[in-house]
Each structure stands twice: as structure tokens, then as C-alpha cells.
């Protein structure tokens, strides 16, 4: 059609082509200061857009300052911290600093001595392997009591127990699932805080745990044990052979089922130690007097807020769900059941019956 020429008719849909739109990116303020990172190539990968501090008086503090640590440095080791935090602010994943050359590096030092308050300043990062937080987690959930060598001695640690996703499997496979968890991995330097840490206790299925044991009368030959899972089902519901003899007749068993919790980022990150082992000294009169705590912050024991930053090297760590006082034994909340007198409840699962059936009336220690 010429020019001005009017033209009857229909476009065909499927003919038209869509257009990509070019977001409209949020201008930079005068008291502010953006930084982008890009990949080796020169891609984008994100921004965070950052505003002066009341005391800060030129760009880079106020980097350093949202970084918590410095960005600007002649090694990987110096600015990887600084780095994941900006990473982390501008949601850049799997990026960081470790494979950068010391050409890359001065680069990105000079780029950031040089922004001024206003601009947009480019810093290169490149792919980077994710590490594990941690290597083991050793989940203490047992009934101690002290010894006066400094050591607490094991009188009922059980070996399977049911967790908060309705799984019954070996204590063990609860570790496993919780080193294992996709949250507690990151490029190095990476700040994992409690929160995150409580999280995945959760997503293991190992913030709530539910163990039980069983006793039998001196007339019987059943020797007592904590429950396996030749017991119980793997939904943590009882086997009738726990309680009944080779003819099917019950046999007077008592059910104690224990319920021990790290449910909250406070609890999980007061209770958990690095490198603790069994090291506790008798004459603690608090939870970690002898001990690292694998957190560290500002604010008190535990608080949600602490971290701990991944490295290269994993971590052991060793969870306590029961809060070890001095010169004490340390019991887990429990009930205990006559499995004769529970009818048809022997048919729920462990959590159930702790959480819904009353227990013998002298023996409830919830």
C-alpha cells in the first residue's frame, strides 16, 4: 500500500509476531550508587541499588558498609564475603568471586574506587561450585546423665525415631537428609543464618522427633528396647508384635513414647555446637559454657539472626534436643501407655497417640 492509502481486511492472529518489551529501569538518585554484576562475557546477571548512609561520604563506604565486609582487595579470600552478601542483595545465585583472574580483580578494585554517588558502577563475577555447609550433624535426642569424668553417659538413645513428615527411619537417614538439604549449600562465603538452618531441620522432617521404648512384664521373655523398625511401619504406626505373643495374645507391654523438639531458629541455633562430640564438663551450669557454638552474631546465643558462612571446608556439627544442665540428667518430655488399654489407638501413629490419648495417670512426664 502506498502512502495514505486505506486498506480493508483482517490481520491474521497467528501471523503477528510479539514484541519483547524493554523494562524501564528505576533511575539512580544522587545520594544512591547501583552495582551490577555481569558474567565474564559482559551479560547482566542482576543489580542492587544502594543509598548513602547518614555518616557515609562517598560511594564505596557506603558499598562496603551494605557489604559488611571489604569488596576491594588483592585476593579471592579478602572480598569473597563482601561479594555474596551484594550477590545475595541483587538475588544473583551461583556467582561469585573464586575464579576470577587478579586482571578481573584489579578491574572490578579500580570500577569500585572510581563510582561516585549517582552511577552505575560493573563489577565481573563468574560461576561458582557450590559447597556444603555442613559435612555431618550428630542429632543427640536421648535420656543422659552426667558421669564425673566430664562426660554424659548414654542410658536410652534410640536408633530409629518418627519425624515431623510422618517418616519412621533411622536416625541416621534424618542426619543424612538434613546435611544433604539444597538450602545449607552455597558459593563460598555464603551467610546461612539460623533461620534458614531451622528451615531445613523442617524440610528433613527433623524439627520435631518421636521416639519410643517398651517394657515388658518379668513373665515374659521379650527383652525391653527402643522401638526399630521391625516395630513399627514406616508411617510410625505399631506392629502387633510389639505387644502381642506368638498367638496373637497381648502381653501386658508399657509403651513410653518421647517427643523432642528444635523447632524453632532460637533453639536450633542455642543447641547446636561445632565439634562437640561428647565434650561436656560437669560443671557447666549453662548449654554451651564448654563448648563453640557453631553461630556467630552479635546479638545473644541463638538469636534467628546469627550465621555462619559457608567455605570450602564442611562443618560437623552436633544438635542437642535436649538442653544439658550441670550435674543433672537430661529427660526428654514423654507419656508412657499401657498398649493393652489403648484399644483401637494402637492403630495411630506414634505423634498421634504422644499428642491425642491420655497417658497412664502416674506416668506422664509431657
Do not use: C
Request: proline letters at 2%; charged letters at 15%.
Amino acid at each position: 500500500a502506498t502512502n495514505g492509502q486505506k486498506i480493508n481486511g483482517w490481520i491474521k492472529y497467528s501471523a503477528l509476531t510479539a514484541q519483547a518489551t524493554t523494562p524501564t529501569e528505576t533511575p539512580i538518585a544522587n545520594d544512591q550508587v547501583r552495582v551490577t554484576f555481569v558474567d565474564p562475557s559482559g551479560k547482566t546477571l542482576g543489580s542492587t541499588t544502594l543509598t548513602k548512609g547518614g555518616l557515609e561520604t562517598y560511594a564505596l563506604q557506603t558499598i562496603k558498609n551494605a557489604a559488611g565486609s571489604d569488596v576491594v582487595g588483592s585476593t579471592t579470600d579478602q572480598i569473597a564475603t563482601g561479594y555474596q552478601t551484594l550477590l545475595a542483595k541483587a538475588n544473583v545465585k551461583g556467582y561469585g568471586v573464586a575464579k576470577l583472574t587478579s586482571n578481573q580483580i584489579s578491574a572490578n578494585n579500580a570500577a569500585l574506587q572510581a563510582v561516585t554517588y549517582g552511577q552505575d558502577v560493573k563489577v565481573t563475577v563468574d560461576t561458582e561450585a557450590a559447597y556444603p555447609l555442613l559435612a555431618s550433624a550428630n542429632f543427640r535426642v536421648y535420656n543422659g546423665s552426667w558421669t564425673g569424668a566430664g562426660q554424659d553417659s548414654v542410658t536410652k538413645q534410640p536408633s530409629y525415631v518418627l519425624g515431623s513428615n510422618n517418616s519412621f527411619k533411622s536416625l541416621a537417614d534424618f542426619q543424612t537428609a538434613f546435611v544433604s538439604q539444597a538450602a545449607l549449600s552455597g558459593a563460598e562465603g555464603t551467610s546461612i543464618n539460623a533461620t534458614t538452618y531451622a528451615n531445613a531441620l523442617k524440610a528433613a522432617g527433623a524439627d520435631t522427633l518421636y521416639y519410643a521404648w517398651v517394657d515388658y512384664p518379668a513373665s515374659s521373655s521379650r527383652t525391653d528396647h527402643f522401638l526399630t523398625s521391625n516395630d513399627v511401619t514406616s508411617n510410625g504406626s505399631l506392629n502387633t508384635n510389639v505387644y502381642t505373643d506368638a498367638q496373637g495374645n497381648t502381653i501386658n507391654a508399657r509403651l513410653t513414647i518421647y517427643k523432642v523438639s528444635l523447632s524453632t531458629p532460637t533453639t536450633a541455633a542455642a543447641y547446636t555446637f561445632n565439634g562437640m562430640g561428647n565434650a561436656y564438663n560437669d560443671t557447666d551450669t549453662s548449654v554451651a559454657a564448654n563448648a563453640v557454638n557453631f553461630f556467630t552474631g552479635t546479638a545473644a546465643l541463638g538469636n534467628a539472626d546469627s550465621t555462619k558462612k559457608i567455605s570450602t571446608t564442611a562443618k560437623n556439627v552436633t544438635l542437642d534436643y535436649l538442653k544439658q544442665t550441670a550435674n543433672n540428667s537430661n529427660s526428654a518430655p514423654s507419656k508412657t501407655y499401657t498398649i493393652d488399654q489403648l484399644g483401637t489407638s494402637t492403630k495411630l501413629t506414634l505423634d498421634k497417640i504422644y499428642d491425642t490419648v491420655n497417658p497412664d495417670s502416674s506416668t506422664n512426664q509431657g
